[in-house]
């Protein structure tokens, strides 16, 4: 086939429905339609597209292999019609073997099959739990143009003994062009991560690259899309725009042996506007993908319940949001007024439920059991609980999703009460420390993201963002009587969590050894309440989760002291020790 100046191709940065197969095959006709429309020679979709992805265990099952095989199939005869090839991927049964798959459907037919190289098996990913380590492979031709198809993880690994460098072989091999099928959720400025691994590719092989990356949330999961094209000179050939769908056709032409592209640049968010825009598209595909008609919530007057309230107007509209108050005698004046005035300013339906007489209707019940006992935090856990079974009752009733409210901080340290704050169907804050919730709030009082339903400006109460927060569950109680400053255990919480550092590191850094002791101290022991917590939007690098995953019953604990020096004379290797050991 003789060699075209120019190719089109169509990138579908969509937003798929894990186990939807016949709703994500409907997608990709009407995007296919769009780039017919286009005049596009290619369809490029997400991995996994047709699956959705990631599909979990849900892929291990015949009946879910079978049917996207099917729908793959389907989806290729259609490519009889003349309209542009697709390329999408799929899980895929060959040789008795389960891989992840990108299929290459062109004049009715399954034209070619690539498979992933490197499985991540890290972080959020299981990928070699599930499917079958694919070969490397060489580039398939489309429409005269050989095009390299690494999925994902083949793009972000150089050669080593565990990693084949797929780019490399592609190149060798004579492609002209790489395009990547990604499935690559988000976390805080990421954008910048995966420039540079994708510039190291170009640079390497010389070859132009796009980078096509699925959007929307999956349970914890939150794709951002920000799909690029770089050019073989490691220019920005196009940008697609982040927390949203986009289908682009794009326009290659070859000068002076390369393809290049000059495409559409659209902003791509990131630091804290990434992370609240995360945490709208989070919350809003948890809800509308998993069914509830709307969400309500405890709202405290608090800032962590406001900020919730904020990205769930924002995701689903304020028609579909319910606020309750739930007051008790410890509940200050200030608090109901900033509640009601939140309320207000979002336009959500909003009500205040006293929970006095439910709360000592329980301290009568146990007043024998308590009898001689004095009153603790027991006492204080039965006012959260009671709140959390009345907002369970009204979920029960309506049908619509508690969303509960807890910060990263909170659930790192236990400041929560299981069977009470901790009750709901799903967290948009359960990844965003305590001072990140000060900053988002501030920030959303001033900027929205594009799509967000919620009203424009000031939205939640400047008094809730200055005033010290406090759980309200006994007399004139703050969060700092139990804790130490936010910025300072959100500084030690950072370093423990995401980087897992040792605590005399992290007392040389200038903080308190005692405080980094209790503080490590109250991370261990509330793993048992972390596996109980609702699922949340992951935003950093290590979530309570899928990224961190500690036994509850553990004996460890790092101490404060330097860390001791390995004793390599003891450590027996081969070609050291007796004989008899290594024959």
Known sequence: MTESARFTITLAQLNPIVGDITGNAAKARAARAQAKADGATLIVFPELFIAGYPPEDLVLKPAFQAACRAAIEELARETADGGPAVLIGSPWVDGGKLYNACALLDEGRIAAIRFKVNLPNYGVFDEKRVFARGPVSGPITIRGLRVGVPICEDTWMEESADYENVVECLAETGAEILIVPNGSPYARNKNDLRLSVQVARVTESGLPLVYLNQVGGQDELVFDGSSFVLNADRSLGAQLPAFAESITTLTFEKADGHWRCDGPIAPVLEGDEGDYAACVLGLRDYVQKTGFPGVLM?????????????????????????????????????????????????????????????????????????????????????????????????????GAMVVTTGNKSEMSVGYATLYGDMNGGFNPIKDIYKTEVFRLSTLRNSWKPEGALGPDGEVIPVNIIVRPPTAELRENQTDQDSLPPYDILDGILERLVEREEPLSEIVAAGFEKDVVTRIDRLLNIAEYKRRQAAPGVKVTRKNFGRDRRYPITNKFRDLANPLPKPDEDLVTRPGKGTSEAFE
């Open 298 to 398: 405890g709202v405290s007057g608090g800032i962590d319940s406001a900020l919730c309230a904020a990205i769930a107007v924002d995701a689903l509209g304020a028609d579909r949001v319910r606020g309750v108050m739930l007051p008790f005698r410890f509940t200050a004046q200030v608090s109901l007024d900033d509640a009601a005035q939140l309320a207000k300013a979002l336009g959500i339906r909003y009500e205040v439920l006293p929970i006095a007489e439910a709360v000592n209707g329980f301290e009568n019940i146990l007043a024998g059991t308590f009898k001689g006992l004095e009153r603790d935090i027991t006492e204080e856990n039965l006012q959260a609980r009671t709140r959390g079974t009345l907002l369970m009752a009204i979920s029960n009733k309506t």
